[in-house]
């Protein structure tokens, strides 16, 4: 029955709840009509790679596509597409692009499924990908992925850095002007980046700020409507130079109140991978987080905060990858805790050419190959609870607390019979946390240990030591007998408490087992249900 009310939930928000335009206001984007937060949550379209046309569009009628995607629950898509599709290619019909690279099976599909497409040019048939997810409710930001059409990305694929072989800046900033122009009058499209993932040998702080400055200025002039996304250095990690010198925009202007920053992150970032599965995880996962707030969530913080957009971070849909599981659960908390904006790699469950191939599954893809079903419904499930937004700047109700549980996307509630469950987070309960009593909000009641491996419980009893949390780790609550709150549905369907797993003294550094199932996150709220 859950399933069933989520569901009509999630069927209900194709009715867009906000106005667009937007812009920002602090760390927030906002609407610009009410002032009310528009949190952007979505998924990734890939249309950058050879053909210059938005994935998928040979396994079902676009239509389709457009309303899974909201009853997905996601408002926006992030399209992205290549400088030349507007600079050397803007003539090329569909037909055609398909036809030179010999995508025959691809041009059946189209034929069968969108032959309405086939005779437009590819920023035509972008344009009638956008105008098909706004019809659902859908916003789109525009990504400029690459320039050469390719895939994405390497430090010497041509395409990183202004002046590599494929980057020319004029072209860049004519196609700026072109893409931001041609939209100027669609209010649904609400952002464009200025470039994806800034990258290579010839990368430095200098030229980034000089081009960032021209992109920025040549989007607004062409379009002062949209949101404009400026990505840092090293593959989008690194905005560090923000913190010596601004991007100098008067800030009464109406500019300064459409950046918005963005960033990426995946288990596979740097090269850490294996350290996941193979390093402390509470001390690594720390260590991430205090890495992603070091070089950009900084930009949130202060009297001149600004929003930031992770527009990238995915996982393996297939479920397989112990260490993108494990990742997820640590991203997921980053996530709730600032309550930040996103877009998950990839909403795309294949590719018409991929480095070779034709036909190429994409294992991070929300949709299977033939673009019918969600891949990973257990995936799915869990980035709803951070879908809602959290923190309503808006809000003059008193804050109160979250207790999230990171690993299976999860929040504490109490039914109607005084009993603790972990429950989707449309359901959760508030609590507050102070001298080391968590508290039910609105009740005389606190939680409780009972036992190793017994069920928490609520009591009125909140002077006992069976009541007395304190953290042992960032994410983990122990109470004076060293028993932790516990959730793993495969072992119980009860929230237990458990001895602590890898909490000695909150820094164990030799246990290499996986706590995760311990992680219940307090995470500040001001948001209504």
Same mark, same amino acid.
């Given at each position: 029955?859950?399933?069933?009310?989520?569901?009509?939930?999630?069927?209900?928000?194709?009715?867009?709840?906000?106005?667009?335009?937007?812009?920002?206001?602090?760390?927030?984007?906002?609407?610009?009509?009410?002032?009310?937060?528009?949190?952007?949550?979505?998924?990734?379209?890939?249309? !950058?790679?050879?053909?210059? +046309?938005?994935?998928?569009?040979?396994?079902?009628?676009? *239509?389709?596509?457009?309303? !899974?995607?909201?009853?997905?629950?996601?408002?926006? #898509?992030?399209?992205?597409?290549?400088?030349?599709?507007?600079?050397?290619?803007?003539?090329?019909?569909?037909?055609?692009?398909?036809?030179?690279?010999?995508?025959?099976?691809?041009?059946?599909?189209?034929?069968?499924?969108?032959?309405?497409?086939?005779?437009?040019? +590819?920023?035509? /048939?972008?344009?009638?990908?956008?105008?098909?997810?706004?019809?659902?409710?859908?916003?789109?930001?525009?990504?400029?992925?690459?320039? $050469?059409?390719?895939?994405?990305?390497?430090?010497?694929?041509?395409?990183?850095?202004?002046?590599?072989?494929?980057? =020319?800046?004029?072209?860049?900033?004519?196609?700026?002007?072109?893409?931001?122009?041609?939209?100027?009058?669609?209010?649904?499209? #609400?952002?464009? @980046? +200025?470039?994806?993932?800034?990258?290579?040998?010839?990368?430095?702080?200098?030229?980034?700020?000089?081009?960032?400055?021209?992109? #920025?200025?040549?989007?607004? $002039?062409?379009?002062?409507?949209?949101?404009?996304?400026?990505?840092?250095?090293?593959?989008?990690?690194?905005?560090?130079?923000?913190?010596?010198?601004?991007?100098?925009?008067?800030?009464?202007?109406?500019?300064?109140?459409?950046?918005?920053?963005?960033?990426?992150?995946?288990?596979?970032?740097?090269?850490?991978?294996?350290?996941?599965?193979?390093?402390?995880?509470?001390?690594?996962?720390?260590?991430?987080?205090?890495?992603?707030?070091?070089?950009?969530?900084?930009?949130?913080?202060?009297?001149?905060?600004?929003?930031?957009?992770?527009?990238?971070?995915?996982?393996?849909?297939?479920?397989?990858?112990?260490? =993108?599981?494990?990742? +997820?659960?640590?991203?997921?908390?980053?996530?709730?805790?600032?309550?930040?904006?996103?877009?998950?790699?990839?909403?795309?469950?294949?590719?018409?050419?991929?480095?070779?191939?034709?036909?190429?599954?994409?294992?991070?893809?929300?949709?299977?190959?033939?673009?019918?079903?969600?891949?990973?419904?257990?995936?799915?499930?869990?980035?709803?609870?951070?879908?809602?937004?959290?923190?309503?700047?808006?809000?003059?109700?008193?804050?109160?607390?979250?207790?999230?549980?990171?690993?299976?996307?999860?929040?504490?509630?109490?039914?109607?019979?005084?009993?603790?469950?972990?429950?989707?987070?449309?359901?959760?309960?508030?609590?507050?946390?102070?001298? @080391?009593?968590?508290?039910?909000?609105?009740?005389?009641?606190?939680?409780?240990?009972?036992?190793?491996?017994?069920?928490?419980?609520?009591?009125?009893?909140?002077?006992?030591?069976? *009541?007395?949390?304190?953290?042992?780790?960032?994410?983990?609550? /122990?109470?004076?007998?060293?028993?932790?709150?516990?959730?793993?549905?495969?072992?119980?369907?009860?929230?237990?408490?458990?001895?602590?797993?890898?909490?000695?003294?909150?820094?164990?550094?030799?246990?290499?087992?996986?706590?995760?199932?311990?992680?219940?996150?307090?995470?500040?709220?001001?948001?209504?249900?």
């Amino acid at each position: 029955m859950q399933a069933v009310t989520a569901f009509l939930l999630l069927f209900s928000l194709i009715t867009p709840s906000f106005s667009v335009p937007l812009s920002t206001k602090s760390r927030w984007i906002i609407d610009d009509v009410g002032g009310h937060r528009v949190k952007l949550v979505g998924g990734n379209w890939a249309g !950058h790679i050879g053909p210059m +046309l938005p994935e998928g569009l040979d396994k079902r009628p676009l *239509s389709d596509i457009a309303r !899974h995607i909201a009853l997905m629950g996601f408002n926006s #898509v992030r399209l992205t597409y290549s400088t030349y599709m507007f600079t050397k290619y803007s003539h090329l019909t569909v037909m055609q692009s398909l036809r030179n690279l010999s995508l025959f099976n691809a041009i059946d599909g189209v034929t069968k499924y969108n032959p309405q497409l086939l005779k437009l040019t +590819l920023p035509a /048939a972008q344009e009638a990908v956008v105008n098909h997810l706004a019809s659902y409710g859908v916003m789109t930001v525009l990504d400029n992925q690459v320039s $050469k059409p390719m895939w994405c990305c390497g430090d010497d694929d041509g395409n990183g850095f202004w002046g590599d072989k494929y980057f =020319d800046p004029k072209d860049w900033l004519k196609s700026l002007h072109k893409v931001a122009h041609r939209y100027r009058h669609n209010p649904m499209v #609400v952002a464009m @980046s +200025l470039r994806n993932e800034i990258r290579g040998k010839r990368q430095n702080a200098k030229d980034w700020l000089k081009y960032v400055r021209k992109g #920025v200025k040549q989007i607004h $002039k062409s379009n002062p409507n949209v949101l404009i996304l400026v990505g840092g250095l090293s593959y989008a990690l690194d905005l560090t130079p923000l913190k010596n010198k601004s991007l100098n925009i008067k800030a009464t202007s109406k500019l300064s109140r459409k950046i918005v920053y963005e960033s990426h992150r995946y288990a596979f970032t740097m090269g850490q991978s294996n350290d996941y599965m193979h390093k402390p995880l509470n001390q690594f996962c720390d260590s991430v987080i205090a890495d992603m707030e070091t070089r950009t969530t900084f930009l949130t913080q202060g009297p001149n905060a600004a929003p930031l957009y992770i527009t990238e971070f995915g996982v393996n849909m297939l479920g397989n990858q112990t260490y =993108d599981n494990i990742f +997820l659960g640590c991203f997921l908390a980053y996530l709730a805790k600032y309550d930040l904006d996103w877009n998950l790699w990839a909403l795309h469950g294949s590719y018409y050419l991929r480095n070779g191939g034709q036909g190429v599954e994409e294992q991070y893809g929300m949709f299977t190959t033939n673009w019918t079903q969600i891949r990973n419904p257990d995936i799915h499930a869990k980035l709803l609870s951070v879908r809602q937004m959290i923190k309503d700047p808006n809000s003059v109700e008193p804050s109160y607390l979250r207790m999230y549980h990171p690993k299976t996307g999860r929040c504490l509630s109490v039914d109607d019979n005084a009993q603790i469950h972990a429950a989707d987070c449309l359901y959760f309960s508030k609590w507050s946390y102070e001298n @080391s009593v968590i508290k039910l909000n609105g009740t005389p009641y606190c939680l409780a240990a009972t036992g190793n491996n017994s069920p928490l419980s609520l009591t009125t009893d909140c002077d006992s030591n069976q *009541s007395s949390w304190k953290a042992v780790s960032s994410y983990q609550l /122990a109470n004076r007998d060293k028993l932790c709150i516990h959730y793993d549905p495969y072992y119980s369907p009860y929230v237990l408490t458990k001895w602590c797993i890898c909490a000695s003294s909150g820094n164990d550094s030799s246990c290499v087992r996986n706590p995760q199932s311990q992680w219940f996150q307090r995470v500040s709220s001001s948001a209504l249900e």
